[in-house]
């Protein structure tokens, strides 16, 4: 029979768009900053761009997870807050010594990922939203940080810490190329072991994946605990960086921006697919963004409705794809 | 007035440059029921769209009563009166029948709120006017799917709709829902109305139509009185080619059980089912709709939870607590719900091929390159017709669909597989491959259990037969006896345990 190729297919040739269309923003951004500010195209300012947004951007690896499987995570950043704070403690408690930094980093990862396990307990388990859940957990976590710091900073005593928050590899912030080694490992996971094509089934459509032989419910659970261990690894970042952290500002926002980046960079809110990479590209182009609201001297309280902004233009530009 | 009520001249249609429709020109005649059939992918579906406006056609134009219409999208064809009653339907579960009637065209009183009144007392007139008796405040998920279907035809006729499209609308309704909506066609028919029917059942077609087209490959083939066109002929004309024998010959198990099935029960679904699979064999399983078929199936998966009864294979007794557990005990399942939860519309073919047996292509990574050889595999073998491997579910048809979750379901290479509605929706020749692939596999000495509506394809394909009704195995028929008189009789109660 003639090959009629059978029925046809609109969006084959738009497939990709949903790949290249951040890439091209991400260009088409940074031409227009070139042009906008001399200074954009220094060195340093490009390298202080990346250790910005390294942070959420940190957090925005996880929240991919998150996203594709069809759930939201809204605690991140209050989770970042009351992480960061025990973290501290046990370094000041412990002397402050490269010995009390290691185990104040298994602290923060260790707490990142049980905390993270307890949303997602909450969600596969109690079946109750994932909206909900983190929504409430956000509240628990920023008022217990708030509880045990008195309202107040969480100081370190090292100065060692604050050393490693600023350190460089080859010129290159540590926390970049911290997000970046993370962004390849999390991407190998998702494109290229059984758990990342699960987690892409799962939010795809749950029933499915269900009688396909997937256990939906430790899929789920897992995106959380990735979630939260990145919370872990930037909250350490973040505060060495500082070499404190305030109980009421810490983690502020985070989840914004790390949803931000993970929808920027194409990941539909609807989950089932998505990519690491567009997400850091997603999280980059908030940070030029900033980066050039700054340099022309845009009040920082406007900042808020660019980005804001952005977001939705993000989506509806993503619907047209 | 002419006695044509639309006309198409000329209607192609391209996507990214493939041409799915190739210059249709027809003209409907008022009052008529006109069929529509082709296999999978010959534009059926294509054409009705552009009619109803979810497409515009690349070329081509339509008349409506000798003028031409522009329908850029559904709203246009729905104001023109024109109305598509989709293979899935429109209706929101949550909602009343009338607020579904009236969804986006709400009554509103003076003051500018519902009329909720008005919308009952029309919802009513409709329905009655329908001959079915359904309460208007009723939700639409207490309604079953005939129910469902009639509230879409109300809905349509709400409208004023003087051209009814129904797009396989018998596909999951039983036979004597099926002759009720013939009636009700009818007297559509009577009234006025004009219907396109599309369907894969050329007995039905030959029934309720009065002319048939014919599509292949996009391009149109004929367009007769039904009266004038056998089924056989039908068939041979939407194929092609002449069709061989339908079903391969029958084949029996070779003694061996397989899969042993005693006292399964669970409370208020399935009681106390007992049967014997053995190796190689292909056991159908018959009944009604509802007589608890699926449900075993979903037992035997560990999908549900049984209180009583246990599963052996030989003599190993099966703790199944999941599809994953009913996996690696070596057993494979294709749904009867293919986008519900069957495949990954969203996926492409190789990704949809290899979700159950993923684990075997671990090295320890995805090694995609092996997924992609076992994926053209099947394309070869199973005659899947896509564009591409990369090529996202939703943009097959029907056929296709079922062909890939069909090797989805055997490509963790299962000893014992469990069919459920295996043609639902599927066109001639995709079904006459399936039933050869079923075969294939039996031959291989896979023991088979075969769940269908259609008892044809069950007398056709099975040696032995399990008839199940409100939840029990009500009868078994063998060999010789496997007829549908015999198969109707245990599902309707006539015999066996009542």
Redesign the interface.
């Known amino acids: 029979m003639a090959a009629p190729s059978a029925m046809t297919f609109p969006a084959l040739s738009r497939l990709r768009a949903y790949n290249t269309a951040p890439l091209i923003a991400l260009a088409a951004l940074f031409v227009i900053s070139a042009f906008a500010s001399p200074y954009f195209l220094q060195a340093q300012n490009l390298l202080n761009i990346l250790r910005q947004v390294s942070y959420s951007g940190i957090i925005a690896l996880g929240m991919t997870f998150v996203i594709i499987s069809g759930g939201i995570d809204l605690s991140v950043g209050s989770m970042m807050a009351l992480v960061g704070a025990l973290a501290v403690l046990t370094l000041n408690g412990t002397g402050g010594t490269t010995w009390s930094i290691a185990l104040a980093v298994g602290v923060a990862v260790a707490l990142g990922s049980a905390l993270g396990f307890a949303n997602g307990i909450a969600v596969t388990k109690g079946r109750i939203a994932p909206f909900i859940v983190t929504l409430g957990t956000m509240a628990i976590f920023r008022s217990l940080t708030l509880y045990v710091g008195d309202a107040g900073e969480f100081r370190s005593v090292s100065s060692l810490y604050g050393d490693l928050g600023m350190s460089t590899v080859l010129a290159v912030p540590t926390p970049v190329w911290i997000w970046f080694l993370l962004a390849f490992l999390l991407d190998v996971l998702l494109n290229r072991t059984r758990y990342g094509r699960y987690v892409c089934a799962v939010g795809s459509n749950e029933k499915v994946s269900q009688y396909s032989a997937i256990n939906v419910d430790r899929v789920r659970l897992w995106t959380y605990v990735i979630a939260g261990l990145m919370v872990g690894v930037s909250s350490i970042l973040l505060s060495a960086r500082l070499n404190s952290l305030s109980s009421t500002n810490f983690g502020k926002d985070f989840e914004l921006d790390s949803i931000a980046a993970v929808i920027i960079g194409g990941t539909p809110m609807t989950g089932g697919r998505g990519s690491i990479w567009g997400t850091i590209v997603g999280a980059i182009i908030l940070g030029i963004i900033n980066n050039m609201l700054n340099m022309l001297g845009v009040s920082p309280y406007l900042q808020g409705t660019v980005k804001g902004l952005v977001i939705i233009a993000a989506v509806l530009v993503q619907r047209k794809l | 007035m002419t006695d044509v009520l639309l006309r198409t001249e000329a209607i192609t249609k391209e996507?990214?440059s493939?041409r799915?429709l190739d210059g249709i020109s027809i003209e409907i005649r008022r009052g008529e029921i006109l069929g529509i059939i082709g296999e999978?992918?010959a534009?059926k579906?294509?054409f009705i769209k552009i009619l109803s406006g979810i497409y515009t056609p690349t070329r081509g134009k339509v008349f409506l009563d000798e003028k031409e219409i522009a329908l850029r999208r559904h709203a246009d064809a729905k104001r023109a009166g024109i109305s598509l009653i989709p293979q899935e339907f429109n209706l929101i579960g949550d909602l009343n029948v009338y607020e579904n009637i009236f969804l986006g065209n709400e009554l509103r009183r003076a003051s500018g709120l519902l009329d909720k009144k008005a919308m009952i007392r029309r919802t009513g007139e409709l329905l009655a006017g329908l001959e079915v008796q359904i309460d208007p405040e009723a939700k639409i998920q207490s309604l079953s799917v005939a129910q469902r279907q009639m509230v879409e035809i109300a809905k349509a006729l709400a409208y004023d709709s003087r051209l009814l499209i129904m797009d396989e609308p018998t596909t999951v309704l039983t036979k004597r829902e099926i002759d009720l909506l013939f009636q009700r066609m009818r007297g559509l028919k009577e009234r006025g109305v004009t219907i396109v029917f599309i369907s894969h059942k050329l007995r039905e077609v030959k029934e309720i139509c009065d002319r048939v087209m014919v599509l292949r490959?996009?391009a149109f083939i004929c367009l007769e009185e039904a009266g004038a066109l056998p089924i056989d002929e039908m068939a041979r004309r939407m194929v092609?080619?002449e069709l061989s024998q339908v079903f391969p010959a029958k084949r029996a198990g070779d003694g061996q059980v397989a899969l042993r099935v005693e006292g399964l029960t669970v409370p208020g679904v399935i009681e106390d089912v007992s049967f014997e699979l053995r190796a190689g064999e292909i056991l159908g399983f018959a009944g009604l709709g509802g007589s608890g078929r699926t449900e075993v199936a979903e037992t035997i998966?560990g999908?549900r939870k049984p209180s009583r009864g246990r599963i052996l294979a030989g003599e190993q007794r099966l703790e199944i607590r999941?599809?994953?557990d009913?996996?690696r005990a070596g057993i494979g399942?294709l749904?009867e719900d293919r986008q519900?939860?069957?495949?990954?519309?969203?996926?492409d073919v190789v990704?949809n091929i290899t979700?159950?047996s993923?684990?075997r292509y671990?090295h320890p990574?995805?090694d995609r390159h092996r997924e992609q050889e076992a994926a053209e595999r099947y394309v070869d073998r199973f005659s899947i017709?896509?564009?591409s491997l990369?090529?996202?579910l939703e943009?097959?048809?029907g056929g296709?669909q079922q062909k890939v979750s069909l090797a989805?379901s055997i490509d963790?290479e299962p000893r014992i597989l469990i069919v459920d509605e295996p043609t639902r929706g599927v066109d001639v020749s995709a079904k006459q491959d399936i039933y050869r692939f079923v075969h294939e596999l039996a031959d291989k000495g896979i023991s088979c259990i075969f769940i269908s509506s259609e008892l044809e394809e069950i007398i056709g394909m099975c040696s032995r037969v399990l008839v199940m009704k409100g939840g029990r195995v009500a009868g078994q028929v063998e060999g010789e006896r496997v007829s549908e008189e015999e198969i109707m009789y245990f599902a309707t109660g006539v015999k066996g345990i009542v």
């Open positions: 996507f990214s493939v799915v999978n992918g534009g579906s294509t490959d996009g092609g080619r998966l999908i999941g599809p994953g009913a996996v399942y749904s519900g939860s069957g495949i990954l519309t969203a996926f990704k979700l159950v993923l684990k671990l990574l995805i017709r896509a564009p990369e090529t996202r943009f097959l048809s296709n989805k963790s």
